[in-house]
């Protein structure tokens, strides 16, 4: 048990369209990361938000973006989805940086 | 950007056997973690660990951060285990970033 939780669990989506997954940190957890894990490989970083603003980014196009709100949950958007895009999407809390993280259980996307 | 190297890739053992798993890097880190990830994808952190040496329960780590590598140590092992493990680490400013290495793959047999 991690304290961070993800939702939805699993979801399809078509090419195209956009997708929204939200996530829920532990209580103090100021700081939120997001991840892309392709199948097979280790997760890759998409981008942080420190106290509701983006401190930090990967090797992500625009069109993924998040939103961190004071109650410690958050959200990445990813528009126009390409098939590549399938992959699974991990949320990660820690208080402040250079602390332990802890990962929730992650969201499958499905692209078609 | 850091490089993260995981060895061995995948990893079969018989329940009770012991193993050690490698994580080298490419440059100073001031932020390393290792990570047990079970089949349903949940990451399960197991040691933060920049530099020295750890213990919890059958599992151990060492980092030795002037020579960059760090080794996860399991003792006894039970098929519960089982799964891949992952190391991540966090270099100067930008500790934050967590790049991690491809992971290694580990069954342990009944």
């Known amino acids: 048990e991690t304290g961070v939780t993800q939702s939805p669990t699993h979801l399809i989506k078509t090419r195209g369209q956009q997708v929204t997954l939200r996530c829920s940190s532990q209580?103090?957890?100021?700081?939120v990361s997001w991840y892309q894990q392709a199948l097979g490989q280790g997760p890759q970083f998409i981008f942080q938000?420190?106290?509701?603003?983006?401190?930090g980014r990967g090797n992500f196009p625009p069109r993924f973006s998040g939103l961190q709100f004071p109650n410690y949950s958050s959200e990445l958007n990813v528009n126009a989805l390409e098939l590549d895009d399938s992959a699974l999407y991990l949320c990660?809390?820690?208080?402040?940086?250079?602390?332990?993280?802890?990962f929730g259980e992650g969201s499958w996307l499905t692209v078609v | 950007g850091i490089q993260v190297e995981q060895s061995p890739p995948d990893l079969i053992l018989q329940e009770g056997a012991n193993s050690t798993l490698r994580c080298n890097f490419s440059?100073?880190?001031?932020?390393l973690q290792w990570f047990h990830q079970n089949p349903w994808g949940q990451l399960i952190n197991l040691f933060y660990?920049?530099?020295g040496t750890k213990q919890n329960g059958r599992l151990s780590a060492t980092t030795v951060a002037t020579e960059r590598y760090s080794l996860l140590y399991i003792s006894s092992s039970q098929t519960t285990d089982s799964g891949v493990y992952f190391c991540?680490?966090?270099?100067?400013?930008?500790?934050?970033?967590?790049?991690f290495g491809k992971g290694t793959l580990l069954t342990v047999n009944p």
């Open positions: 440059d100073s880190v001031n932020n």
């Open positions: 938000y420190y106290r509701e603003e983006e401190n």
């Open positions: 990660a809390s820690t208080k402040g940086v250079g602390n332990t993280i802890y």
């Open positions: 209580s103090g957890h100021n700081t």
């Open positions: 991540a680490v966090g270099s100067g400013g930008s500790n934050y970033k967590l790049t």
């Open positions: 660990i920049p530099s």
